[in-house]
Structures are given as C-alpha cells and as structure tokens.
Nanobody, 122 residues
C-alpha cells in the first residue's frame, strides 16, 4: 500500500483545514487507517483512527470534538477534517495504514505516507 497525503499548509488559529490521503492498491478496505503527527523535538503521536468499515473512530483527547476522521472505501481515501485549530496543532501530519481494524499504536501501522506540514499561527 502506498499512501499519498495532501492538504497541509498555513492556517490561522481558529481556522479549518482538511487532509486527504489516497491509497494505492486494492487492499485499502482491509486496513484500519490512522492519522499521526510529529512536532519538532517530539515523538510521533496518535491523532485519530478509523476502522476498516468506518464504523469505529477514536481520537486523541486534545483533538476530540475538533477533528473528524472519515474514509471513502470506494475512493481508497481517508480524510482528516481539522476545525478550531490551535497553535499546538502545528506538526507534520502522517496518514498510515494498519494491519489491525483500528489502532492508536505506531508499531501497529505498517504503511506510512510521506507527511505534510501544518502550521497554525496565533
């Protein structure tokens, strides 16, 4: 599975941003999907995950209620809608595909996108 994310950029605090991540191959439906982020000097951290069917979602507590993960299996694409962004959301964001139905754990993701920068100005 190859993952291509797009949608990063510069946004003001309180604004919105939407990521998409397109997957190649015919195995997209068999992968749980997730979004992670990594700020400078910090470890990569979980943001959100969605199950293969899209029926289960989990969020990091700091983004719950502001971010929404979704997927379109017909388009092999997973999305992350970011609303009410804060300066602390500044990071490189990664989409990833897991061999599990859903997961919060970095080691349970087998495939990773290239990362896309989000900068939130105050």
């Amino acid at each position: 599975v190859q993952l291509q994310a797009c949608g990063g950029g510069l946004v003001q605090a309180g604004g919105s941003l939407r990521f998409s991540c397109a997957a190649s191959g015919r195995t997209f439906r068999s992968n749980g999907m997730g979004w992670f982020r990594q700020a400078p000097g910090k470890e990569r951290e979980f943001v959100a995950t969605i199950s293969r069917s899209g029926g289960i979602t989990y969020y990091e507590m700091g983004v719950k209620g502001r971010f929404t993960i979704s997927r379109d299996n017909a388009k092999n694409t997973v999305y992350l809608q970011m609303n009410s962004v804060k300066p602390e959301d500044t990071a490189v964001y990664y989409c990833a595909a897991s061999f599990k139905d859903w997961s919060r754990a970095v080691p349970e993701y087998r495939y990773w996108g290239q990362g896309t920068q989000v900068t939130v100005s105050s």
